[in-house]
């Protein structure tokens, strides 16, 4: 199932999230200095994507049976990936920071792994930019957070 996303986020973030999480996205442990390097934040129900773009945001989410191999990893300039459970069969894609559910995709609840591949980051000038997220989601029970390939125009440690 692919599902094509295009909409309008502040603070160059937003989320995937359990429907039925807290999501603590306001803790001290969230958006930490390695979360922005990394361009992803962790809290139990929710992954934080960090975007280039301020704004507008175009991508598209793809609920896959397996995880498949990165055949060009050229074409990106930032790929990672982690876990997250979804209890309530429920994955969205949410906007911030007015949380607008921007799509739902029914699943079975479980643990999944997340890779969000970031491209035309460059791009970016002010607040928008040609900057495209590609996010694959599959059953797994690997929760750890892993960095394929980082992009570093900036870094705050």
Known sequence: MKFPLDFYTSYSQFYIYDKDSEGATASDTFWTNDAFNDRLAIETGVLGVGTECYGPVKAELEILNTSVNITDPDSYDHIVEAGIEVK????????????????????????????IYSSNLASVEGDEGEDFYRIEIWPDKNMTKKVLKIYTPYNYN
Do not use: H, K
């Open 88 to 115: 309530s069969g429920t994955i969205q894609i949410i906007n911030c920071p007015d949380w607008t559910v921007q799509l739902e995709v029914e699943v079975d609840p479980g643990f999944y792994r997340a890779r």
